[in-house]
C-alpha cells in the first residue's frame, strides 16, 4: 500500500498517534526538566555531587533505549505494559541534555558578573534567580530542546511496549514488511521533531540577553 | 591618626591565609569617616584580598575586621554587603540587565516602592552624568567603557551607603575619560561624605583620589600617609612608586 493511499484512509488513527507521541514527549520533557534543572543546579554548588550526576546521567544515556525499555517492565511500580514505563524511560534519557547543561550554563556564568552580585549583597537564591538563571537560560532551553528532539526518537520505540505513538504504525509495517506504513510514523515523527526543534529555538532566541541587545550569537 | 574623624573600618592585626599560604598580612588600617584611603600596591600585595574582607567576602584567618563599630563577623553577611557600595573593574555589570535596572538592583533587593526605585535611579544617573532618558534602556555592551563605570558608580551608590569599596574601578579605560573619572569620582565622594576604600595599581590615580595612600607589599602596610607625605618619603619601594609617576 503507498503512503498516501494508507495517509488518505488512516488520517485520523495518524492525527491520533500523533497527539499521543507528543504527549509522551511532553510529559516525559516536562518530568525531566522538572527533575533535571534543580539537579543541574546542585551540581554547580557541590564539587562532590559532579562526578556522580554527571556519570550517572551519561551511563545511563549509554544504555540502548530497546533495553531500558526492557528491563523497566518487570519492574514494580515504575514498570509494566503501557504509557507510563514508557515515560520513566524517556525521563531517563532526557536527563543527561538538561542536567548538562543546566550546570553549563550557570558555571559558564562570568566569575566578576557573580562577584559583583554577591559583593552588592544578593543571597545565593537571589544570585541563582536574578543572575545565574537568566544569564544561563539560553543554555539551558538549548538542553530541553535536545532532550525533547532525541525523545521524538525514542518514544516510538515506545510502541514495542504498549506505549502507542507513531512508532505503532513503524511496528506495524516492519510485521507487516509494508513500507508505507512504517513511513506513516516515521514522517510524521520527524516533522514532529522538526517542529518542535523550531519552536523551542524561537523560545531560546526570546529569552537570549544576547540576541535581545542586538550582540552577536554564539 | 592622619585624619580626624571617626574610624568607619579597621582591620586589627589581620591575616589572611589561604591553603596553608599567607596571602594577607599582619595587617593594620584605619579608614576614617569621609575619607578616600588608598591602597597601591603591586599584582599579588595583597590589594584586593583586603578589600574583600571589609564586605565580608573573605574571613581573616586571624585578627578582627570592624566596620562600622561592629565586627565584620557579627554582621550578617546580606546586611553588611547592601550597606556597603562595591564597584569592579567594567563596573561589573549584569549583562542581561539594562542600565537602570543595574543601578537599580540593590534597592529592588531591598523591596523599595518601584516608584521610588525609578526616581533614585533617574537622579543617580543623572549624578554620574548619564542622563536617564538617554541611558536608562541600554544595554551594558552598547556603552563604552567609561560609561560602564559610571554606571556602575551609580549602582554602587543605589542604596545610600556610608562606604564605598572600589576595585580598580578605572583599570579598563583610555587615560583621558580616566582622569575625567577620577575628577568626578573624587567631587562626587567628597559631595556625598563617602567614606572610600580604594584599590588600585597606578599612583597616579592614587595621588588624585587618595587622602591616605597605603602602599602594600606582600600582603603588609609598608607605608601609611597623605599624599604630600607619600611625595617626600625616603622609603625605597615610595621611591619606586613615585618614578613610575
Given amino acids: 500500500m503507498s503512503v498516501l493511499d494508507f495517509t488518505l484512509r488512516n488520517g485520523g488513527e495518524i492525527a491520533y498517534r500523533s497527539a499521543q507521541h507528543l504527549l509522551l514527549v511532553g510529559i516525559s520533557t516536562a518530568i525531566a526538566v522538572a527533575i533535571g534543572v534543580p539537579l543541574g543546579i546542585a551540581v554547580t554548588r557541590r564539587r562532590r555531587l559532579r562526578t556522580g550526576i554527571l556519570g550517572a546521567t551519561n551511563v545511563l544515556q549509554t544504555v540502548p533505549s530497546l533495553a531500558l525499555f526492557g528491563f523497566l517492565l518487570p519492574l514494580p511500580l515504575l514498570g509494566g505494559i503501557g504509557a507510563s514505563t514508557a515515560i520513566v524511560a524517556l525521563v531517563v534519557y532526557a536527563l543527561l541534555p538538561i542536567v548538562r547543561n543546566t550546570y553549563v550554563g550557570i558555571s559558564s556564568v562570568d566569575a566578576a558578573v557573580r562577584d559583583a552580585a554577591v559583593g552588592m549583597g544578593m543571597t545565593e537564591r537571589e544570585v541563582l534567580r536574578l543572575v545565574e538563571m537568566p544569564l544561563a537560560m539560553p543554555v539551558v532551553l538549548a538542553g530541553i530542546r535536545t532532550a525533547t528532539v532525541i525523545g521524538v526518537g525514542i518514544a516510538t520505540i515506545a510502541a514495542a511496549i504498549g506505549a502507542g505513538g507513531l512508532g505503532d504504525f513503524i511496528f506495524r509495517g516492519l510485521a507487516m514488511v509494508d513500507n508505507g506504513v512504517i513511513l506513516a510514523g516515521a514522517v510524521p515523527a520527524a516533522l514532529l521533531a522538526l517542529a518542535l526543534d523550531g519552536a523551542l529555538h524561537l523560545l531560546e532566541r526570546r529569552v537570549d540577553w544576547r540576541a535581545r541587545s542586538g550582540e552577536t550569537r554564539r | ?245
Avoid at chain 2, 589561604?18 to 579608614?31: A, D, M
Avoid at chain 2, 588608598?38 to 574582607?53: A, D, E, I, P
Avoid at chain 2, 569592579?88 to 529592588?108: A, C, D, K, W, Y
Avoid at chain 2, 549602582?155 to 569599596?165: E, G, N, S
Fill in chain 2, 1 to 245: 591618626m592622619l585624619l580626624r574623624g571617626a574610624v568607619v573600618v579597621r582591620l586589627s592585626d589581620v591575616t589572611v591565609q589561604l591553603g596553608g599560604r599567607r596571602v594577607l598580612g599582619p595587617l593594620n588600617l584605619e579608614v576614617p569617616r569621609g575619607a578616600t584611603v588608598v591602597l597601591v600596591g603591586r599584582s599579588g600585595s595583597g590589594k584586593t584580598t583586603t578589600l574583600r574582607l571589609v564586605n565580608r567576602l573573605l574571613e581573616p584567618t586571624r585578627g578582627e575586621v570592624t566596620v562600622l563599630d561592629r565586627s565584620a563577623t557579627d554582621w550578617d553577611p546580606v546586611r553588611l554587603r547592601r550597606s556597603i557600595g562595591y564597584v569592579i573593574q567594567e563596573g561589573g555589570l549584569f549583562p542581561h540587565m539594562t542600565v537602570s535596572e543595574n543601578v537599580g538592583i540593590v534597592p529592588r533587593l531591598e523591596g523599595w516602592p518601584q516608584q521610588r526605585r525609578r526616581e533614585r535611579v533617574s537622579a543617580l544617573l543623572d549624578m554620574v552624568g548619564m542622563p536617564a532618558a538617554q541611558f536608562a534602556d541600554r544595554a551594558p555592551h552598547q556603552l563604552s567603557g567609561g560609561q560602564r563605570q559610571r554606571v556602575g558608580v551609580a549602582r554602587a551608590l543605589a542604596a545610600d551607603p556610608d562606604i564605598l569599596l572600589c576595585d580598580e574601578p578605572f583599570g579598563a579605560v583610555d587615560p583621558i575619560t580616566r582622569a575625567d573619572l577620577q575628577r568626578e569620582f573624587a567631587s562626587l565622594t567628597a559631595r556625598l561624605e563617602k567614606t572610600v576604600l580604594f584599590v588600585t595599581h597606578d599612583v597616579r590615580e592614587a595621588l588624585t583620589l587618595g587622602d591616605v595612600i597605603v602602599v602594600l607589599e606582600e600582603g603588609s602596610a609598608a607605608f601609611v600617609g597623605t599624599p604630600e607625605v607619600f611625595r617626600d618619603s625616603d622609603h625605597p619601594l615610595v621611591r619606586d612608586l613615585r618614578a613610575l609617576l
